[in-house]
DNA sequence: ATAAATATGGTGCAAATGCAACAGACAAAA
DNA sequence: TTTTGTCTGTTGCATTTGCACCATATTTAT
């Protein structure tokens, strides 16, 4: 199996990736973009590694209103045993934006040394560390913004988050207005109204998904 | 030194662990209540573990509000190199809620294999890699909370949450009410008033600290 | 090219939330 | 005990946000 340049097995060549998989009870599946490619429930795997293709973490509510509770990228991990649990208030599942290559593993297996087979499952440790790392700063950062009190608060944190990153002043929105709506849990014609009042109080420029923060 | 009972060192011997912490650019330190601990700064340590004691990470907005971005118990992990990160819409710091004792620790030769000093270093790794899951996981949950949309429905999600990790119905919240309302990100006048419509509507029950989902 | 579907921007109105202020409860300190 | 300070519950009012529409732009399918 070729997994190329990704976290996970970075610095462990092919051959001994090999070998371990069938240790860490390892299926890798594709996915076309739009489908539904994993469910918080019970039954389902304890992790997963997103290999290639972006995805979404998503709740629908009863209320049928969705959230966008995380973006997925090619080395995020996620699961059950590692971020969200299924509430009774709603449904949480990662949907495809793209089409998607996905390891599931044993959450368990994966971090407890094993018996002998695997010579390199210390290396993948060390890996798992550094994209675990990651993953809770991508979700401090998402809590920051969430916890902003306002539509215009929520936006001014995103924003400067983006430009933080990009080190730039200006940007380009990784979303459409549906989405960003969703991603910060606002409603859509409101989070467009305070957006335009934003460029009236002069502080950012729009043209398209292009933000610059003045 | 002696660490005792705690996630970090646990299953490495204390001599060890005493080899270990120069390596780890380890300093302990103890704060008393309401002591600031730790400031999302450069120049800080880039991670810390907290040993004893409870603390929260709460940011102060120049509107004067507060909010509680995490609440940390013994063994939780935090620092500038794994969950929030300053900006300059305001400031975030860690401060105790009792008296504390942390052990700060230079994030990345924690994660990297040493030379040959600490023969336990992995298994250091290994711990660390259960207290980095451990948070994402807690992480998660506060996404979710704070991505609902309405009071009632960030209230009806965090108790439904600790309902959940008491396995009943009935439960003591952590906090007080004011506290509350800052962990939530809403007004603490409009949370009690959504807390009273709640018992009114035959939701929840309450007395003092103590509620019952029904 | 045309039609259909979807995204965006906008508005009035209702509902939710924030804010300020106050009184009583409770706890800590003198 | 009294005093002092903090927490809680409450209310009226201003502001923000959500919601239900609609019109137009943009994309996708036929």
Redesign the interface.
């Known amino acids: 199996m070729n997994f190329e340049e990704n976290q996970l097995f970075s610095g462990i060549a092919p051959d001994q990736v090999d070998r371990m998989l069938p240790c860490l009870e390892a299926s890798r599946r594709d996915y076309p973009a739009g489908k539904l490619m994993y469910s918080y429930l019970s039954g389902q795997a304890s992790a997963a590694v997103l290999l290639e293709g972006k995805a979404s973490v998503v709740?629908y509510e009863s209320s049928g209103?969705r959230?966008i509770?995380?973006s997925l990228s090619p080395g995020s991990i996620f699961g059950a045993?590692?971020?969200?649990?299924t509430?009774?208030?709603g449904s949480v599942h990662v949907i495809c934006d793209t089409p998607c290559r996905v390891l599931f593993l044993n959450?368990e297996k994966m971090?407890?040394?094993c018996s002998s087979a695997c010579p390199r499952h210390?290396d993948l440790?060390?890996n798992?560390?550094?994209i675990?790392?990651r993953?809770?700063?991508l979700?401090?950062?998402?809590?920051?913004v969430?916890?902003?009190?306002s539509i215009r608060?929520k936006l001014?944190?995103y924003f400067?988050?983006l430009s933080?990153k990009t080190g730039s002043s200006t940007f380009l929105l990784p979303f459409s207005m549906m989405d960003l709506a969703d991603f910060l849990?606002?409603n859509r014609s409101a989070m467009v109204r305070e957006l335009r009042s934003m460029r009236e109080d002069g502080l950012i420029a729009m043209t398209k998904r292009e933000v610059t923060l003045l």
Chains 1, 2 share one sequence.
């Open positions: 709740r209103s959230t509770l995380e045993g590692l971020d969200f649990h509430e009774i208030l959450y971090i407890r040394p210390l440790v060390q798992i560390l550094a675990l790392s993953k809770s700063r979700l401090g950062e998402r809590v920051e969430l916890s902003q009190r608060d001014l944190c400067s988050q933080c849990s606002v």
